[in-house]
């Protein structure tokens, strides 16, 4: 499992002070918006980071508990979310999470680029669904193998792709284990304890921008696109990070 410890800024300036992490994050607020505009509910934000997607529950009268793994990206959250008094936050990996009980109230699971960084994925989104009471809702986004191999694969990255997208020094904030959706969905599927009630990519075209000076001035077109078809059929596999909500059964 991997810490952000002593990289916590960089990790959200990469994160969020680019056009891939605004759209990423718009996409998740615009497939989770009818929990946003719900009447208010307890969330838990699992791997919440520095409190993004934690501030958008939070404003709109939620009641959300935030965890990480990070001391350092837990100091951020804090800071960002100083102003809500409707927010818990805990230093905790996932695991630890798991193992406390804290979902048997939760209305709605967070588990946003957090499979990505961890040894064993499908046990863990296995655990979100035992622990989950039912009726609740889990949001769950990942890294996509699938689509980082095509988009190494535009780049000519043929040496690195027979490497298995694997280098020898790994830098920190590349995840280290990305997952194929069509591997996930069918985890999921296979749980009669769970169903799927909606998925999508996200950056299905924004990442293959061939002219990356123009993402800025063509930024709502793409966000457009990415709306209008990252949930169909083929374009949803092609996003950099794919998305999906479970409802336990």
């Known amino acids: 499992m991997s810490s952000f410890d002593g990289i916590a800024n960089k990790f959200d300036s990469n994160i969020y002070g680019t056009t891939k992490g605004r759209i990423r994050h718009e996409l ?22 520095t409190g993004m997607m934690s501030r958008e529950f939070a404003q709109r009268n939620h ?7 990070s001391a350092d990206v837990i100091e951020i959250a804090k800071e960002r979310l100083a102003d809500y008094n409707n927010v818990e936050i805990r230093q905790q990996s996932i695991v630890e999470s798991l ?3 804290c979902l048997k109230t939760v209305d ?8 990505e960084w961890l040894d ?3 046990s863990v989104v296995s655990s979100l669904i035992e622990n989950a009471r ?5 949001s769950i986004s990942f890294f996509n193998h699938d689509a980082n191999l095509f988009g190494n ?30 591997e996930v969905l069918a985890h999921i599927q296979g749980n009669d304890n769970a169903t799927i009630v909606h998925d999508a990519g996200l950056r299905c075209f924004h990442d293959y921008m061939f002219d990356r000076d123009r993402v800025d001035e063509r930024y709502d077109g793409i ?9 169909t059929h083929p374009y949803k596999y092609l996003g950099k990070y794919y998305h999906c909500i479970v409802r336990k059964l």
């Not at 709605?108 to 499979?115: P, T």
Request: contains cysteine; aromatic residues 8%; glycine residues 8%.
């Open 63 to 69: 009641q959300v508990l935030l965890t990480d793994l």
């Open 134 to 138: 039912p009726g609740s809702y889990i």
């Open 108 to 115: 709605l699971i967070l588990c946003h680029a957090v499979l």
């Open 120 to 122: 064993s994925p499908l």
């Open 223 to 231: 966000l457009h696109l990415e709306k209008q078809l990252g949930a």
């Open 99 to 101: 193992a406390d009980n």
């Open 153 to 182: 694969a535009l780049y000519g990255n043929f040496d690195y792709i027979d490497k298995g997208l694997k280098v020898k020094n790994q830098v920190r904030l590349n995840p280290k284990n990305p997952l194929r959706p069509q």
């Open 28 to 49: 998740l607020c615009f497939y989770l918006n009818r929990f946003l505009d719900a009447a208010p509910l307890n969330v838990a934000d699992l791997g919440g980071g």
